[in-house]
């Protein structure tokens, strides 16, 4: 009996110990080699939505297609929109018409401007001669009268003749096909020809249709979103962490990764960047007295930081926005904390999958 007792004794004395040194290394290894399962693969996700409106007459993709940039995703009727153009380039054609027909009064003006500039000078010349005989008392100061009313008629119809001249230049530019009117008429062809191109939706790169819900017959309205597109080359992995555990991270640690998709299979990754916020400390001015947090817990919940990871490698096709992962962060240059946080991640990975 003292024998066994003596066994069971030595296995529990054992056991302690062992946990002792296993709490031991949680508690500096959550420092050095940091470990969380709260990690997810993140994408961005792009509502597509036409910039026209119409009826979709084709979709061109199927639900969860991946699809390359340019690819044809859905059309839009475009009968309007053909007819639209139509009437622009009917619109330019009378444009460059009236155009035409502002040289042509331009040329009436200068015309017009030489023979009010004769009839004033000749005007000017009656007024002076006939000025000169009237200080000579040859003529009466009636004739004088009328020969500076002429003068100032002749005068004012040269001014008159001057602007409206004037005016043809400016709506007609510099030079042919430079006019206001032109102008506005070819952009209003360009808008058209624009709406006409947006009928036809296409993908704006690589990536993968999800959650296609759109068919022939739907009412297609501008900037309202009509299909999911998720880029693959956008994605990316974030990991949660008690602050405490990256309080040594830096530009020379490294990120071990398991996916519940690959169990026991690990993959380097760069430390990208650190959230510098949570939502539970953002504030907004609303005229309300602070609002203090409570916790009637004697030891509160840590509080978790987002780390944002990076690969230059291709992340396997299997995952998708929301897969769950296992992150280990090490220092680079420790190859015992590199060894042991591989171990770590190996051994919570496989947990993963024999649960």
């Given at each position: 009996m003292q024998t066994a007792e003596l066994k069971f004794r030595r296995w529990m004395q054992s056991l302690i110990i062992l946990f002792i040194l296993f709490a031991g290394y949680i508690v500096v290894a959550d420092r050095h080699a940091p470990l969380t399962t709260e990690s997810r693969v993140q994408g961005y996700v792009i509502q597509i939505a036409p910039e026209v409106t119409g009826t979709v007459t084709d979709v061109q993709v199927s639900n969860n297609q991946a699809v390359k940039k340019g690819t044809p995703l859905f059309s839009i009727d475009t009968s309007r929109y053909t007819l639209a153009v139509k009437k622009a380039e009917v619109a330019l054609k009378q444009a460059h018409e009236q155009e035409s027909a502002l040289y042509a009064k331009v040329s009436s003006g200068k015309a017009k401007v030489a023979t009010t500039q004769a009839s004033y000078n000749n005007a000017r010349s009656e007024y002076q001669r006939v000025k000169k005989l009237a200080r000579q008392k040859l003529?009466?100061?009636?004739?004088?009268?009328?020969?500076?009313?002429n003068n100032s008629v002749a005068l004012s119809n040269l001014h008159a003749a001057q602007q409206d001249l004037l005016s043809l230049q400016v709506q007609l530019?510099?030079?042919?096909?430079?006019?206001?009117?032109?102008?506005?008429?070819?952009?209003?062809?360009?808008q058209a020809n624009l709406d006409l191109s947006h009928t036809q939706v296409n993908a704006p790169s690589d990536g993968i249709i999800t959650n296609l819900q759109l068919e022939v017959g739907s009412t297609a309205s501008t900037n309202m979103p009509l299909l999911t597109f998720i880029p693959t080359n956008s994605l990316w992995v974030t990991a949660d962490f008690r602050e405490k555990a990256i309080a040594l991270m830096n530009e020379h640690s490294t990120a071990l990764v398991t996916f519940d998709a690959f169990p026991g299979e690990t993959f380097a990754f760069n430390i990208q960047s650190r959230d510098f916020g949570v939502a539970a400390a953002q504030q907004s001015p609303n005229g309300k007295l602070t609002a203090v947090e409570t916790n009637n817990r004697w030891v509160r919940d840590a509080q978790r930081v987002r780390v944002n990871l990076s690969t230059d490698e291709p992340l396997p096709k299997q995952l998708f926005v929301g897969s769950r992962a296992t992150v280990v962060i090490y220092p680079s240059s420790n190859p015992i904390w590199a060894l042991l946080a591989k171990i770590q991640v190996s051994l919570v990975g496989m947990l993963h999958y024999i649960y």
């Open positions: 003529v009466s100061a009636s004739m004088l009268d009328n020969a500076l009313a530019g510099i030079t042919p096909g430079e006019s206001s009117m032109v102008h506005a008429a070819e952009n209003a062809l360009e």
